[in-house]
């Protein structure tokens, strides 16, 4: 009997789960509510580049073009890219545009039966005789709704689109207060280029936040209005956002992306020597840190902006914070066409922006909240179970307990991929989905739920001590190859894929490097 398996999003994730479904000799649907493929890089700035070297993203049996030199492709190169991969693997008959899937519903066990049940799905298996998920969706051209059964689900509906985090503010002190316009970064993202550019034209805008986008954005409102109208960059918190990828010289890749640099870590499931290794060559680690600080610091002139992060390099990039610096973007901080402003708070009045603490208000035209989205609240809304809405996401005191970061031991027949983040979100879920083509094919059976949510528990310790306040972003950063070892490990891999001790030991390893062979 065929299984039916639904992939939500055809994004990055939901095209390689895709891919590698479709290897094991199943029919998957895949269900996107928007009219083509690609996710976040369907639509975005006009700017936008990779921030992620290119020989970390990229698929695996699938390399860039030669076309292609840039070490980091912009936007329009990184979408013909995935459109390629996906003529070439023949995805797209299987992709249904314009379907957004608007619930799941699993008919089955009563949620007092999953409760008893000591082996995911009550049998250890991917798929059940017993359990079905129904999928309601939506053509959103004819608003017509179907319902759709399956026997596994696949969520790669991914953490930054769709639900804006709009921060909340006091009555009458939020964007109702504000005589001019405030938008979200979505809605500016979602403009076609000569609109944005006219829409931002003339005005004093403030942009709100310090990650790519509100970066990004800044810079298209520095180009638009230089000095005349200056656009005033708010953040929280300074970070250590990279000028590029070669700290004095040495690729970072070195330093973060070997097998050597993670044996300075303490890393979840270690035993007794691991852990002593990571103990004894912690000023090693505490050195490549400061490394990586001293040439940022120097090459950005961070001192002379204030701009210098009081957290270390390692949480940046164990926390999946780090990011690219915009070519040139100091440089009009310094001419005054950009101007920063540490506002941990604020809040509206008609004049603008009031920061905490201050009487006199930022006058401005436009605000721009560079905020990030809700994620949690999207993955968890896709649920009709409340039993299943409370579980998915686990305690928000810890983080996200998903087993090998897919799969959540207390939900039967369904995956989640791309949710957890990394450095490069494309290698990690193309490992992600082929470990789970693996379990699909029933290559490898799971452990018990009480082991899996261990092992979800021993995550969560390393990532609040890694990540600190950021733990929920479930972070594998400095922890790649560890992590892959786990999913080789149950896949029956060798997990060292180098040829030779000082290869396996030094050199970074790369989405080549796992190459189906």
């Known amino acids: 009997m065929e299984r039916k398996v639904a992939i939500i999003g055809a994004g990055i994730s939901g095209l390689l789960a895709c891919k590698y479904t479709l290897s094991k000799g199943f029919t998957p649907v895949v269900f996107e509510s928007r009219s083509s493929i690609g996710g ?3 639509k975005t700035l006009e700017t936008t580049k990779l921030q992620t070297p290119k020989p970390f993203y990229q698929f695996s049996d699938f390399p860039w073009p030669s076309s292609v030199e840039e070490e980091f492709p912009n936007q329009f190169q990184l979408f013909d890219y995935l459109q390629s991969y996906a003529c070439h693997f023949d995805l797209l008959r299987h992709i249904k545009f314009n379907s957004k899937v608007v619930s799941i519903e699993y008919e089955g066990a009563s949620d007092e039966e999953m409760q008893a049940w000591e082996l995911w799905g009550g049998n250890g298996e991917a798929f059940s005789s017993k359990g079905k998920w129904n999928l309601t969706v939506t053509d959103t051209q004819i608003l017509s709704t179907e319902v759709h059964q399956v026997d596994f689900v696949i969520l790669c509906i991914g953490r930054f689109t769709d639900v804006p985090n709009i921060p909340e503010f006091p009555p009458g002190k939020g964007p109702e207060a504000f005589h001019g316009k405030v938008i979200h970064s979505m809605e500016y993202s979602a403009m076609d280029f000569a609109s944005a550019a006219e829409f931002i034209k003339g005005k004093r805008t403030a942009v709100v936040g310090f990650q790519k986008h509100a970066l990004d954005i800044s810079m298209e409102c520095s180009a ?12 929280k918190t300074e970070h250590w956002n990279v000028p590029d990828y070669q700290p004095w010289g040495v690729p970072l890749a070195y330093l973060y992306f070997s097998r050597f640099s993670e044996l300075l870590v303490h890393k979840p499931g270690e035993g007794f ?31 002379k902006f204030g701009m210098v992060p009081k957290h270390s390099f390692l949480k940046e990039i164990s926390a999946c914070l780090i990011s690219t610096v915009p070519e040139g973007f100091y440089d009009r901080v310094e001419k005054g066409s950009i101007i920063l402003k540490k506002a941990p708070k604020f809040s509206f009045c008609e004049q603008g922006i009031v920061v905490d603490g201050e009487i006199t ?32 996401l686990g305690s928000p005191t810890a983080s996200v307990p998903f087993y090998r ?3 959540n031991p207390r939900i039967p027949q369904l995956a989640v991929i791309g949710f957890s983040e990394s450095i490069s979100n494309l290698y990690t879920s193309e490992m992600r989905c082929r470990w789970l083509a693996e379990l699909l094919d029933s290559t490898f059976k799971l452990p018990s739920i009480k082991e899996m949510e261990k092992d979800a528990a021993r995550w969560d310790k390393y990532m609040k001590q890694s990540s600190g306040e950021y733990y929920r972003r479930s972070c594998i950063g400095a922890l790649h190859i560890w992590y892959n070892d786990q999913l080789c490990k149950d896949m029956g891999w060798n997990p060292k894929r180098k040829k030779g001790f000082f290869a396996e030991l030094f050199e970074p390893y790369v989405p080549s490097d796992y190459c189906p062979s």
């Not at 638009?224 to 953040?235: F, K, S």
């Not at 909240?369 to 009709?384: P, S």
């Open 40 to 42: 976040v890089w369907r």
């Open 224 to 235: 638009a209005n230089g000095e005349q109208n200056p656009c005033r960059l708010l953040y």
């Open 273 to 303: 020597f691991l852990s002593l290794l990571a103990t004894i060559l912690s000023p090693v680690r505490w050195g490549f840190s400061k490394w990586v600080e001293s040439h940022i610091k120097k090459k950005l002139s961070l001192e």
């Open 361 to 392: 208000p930022i006058e401005t035209d436009l605000v721009i909240l560079a905020t990030g989205f809700k994620g949690e609240k999207k993955l968890k809304d896709i649920f009709v179970s409340p039993a299943f809405q409370d579980c998915i």
């Open 405 to 407: 970061e897919c799969i």
